[in-house]
């Protein structure tokens, strides 16, 4: 049974899938996607939670909450770039493919 031609995220090249959870066009691709997320998340995660848990530095401990979030939105801006100047998919487009094919979190 043949799957719909999708996008790859990693070079945005059209591929066929060899199954219906098949979201890039090569191992390569994939791994270098996940381990590019990964380096990402180690660096963000902390930032983010900070800042959510401060409400963007109007709770607890406002200077830190508040440059918490002045660094996690500078990260943000950064991966995007790069991934724009790279021709990678960017995360709302990810987001999207990675929902619609059920791989939803927890
Ligand atoms: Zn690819």
Redesign the pocket.
Known sequence: MAYPPRE?P????I?TPLDQRQL???VE?RTAWSNRATVRGRVLTLYAMAARQTREGTRGDKATGKRAAQIRNGLMQRYRDEDREAGRMDAVRFAALRIKHGFEPI
């Open positions: 790859c990693e070079c945005r090249g591929f890039f066009c090569s691709h």
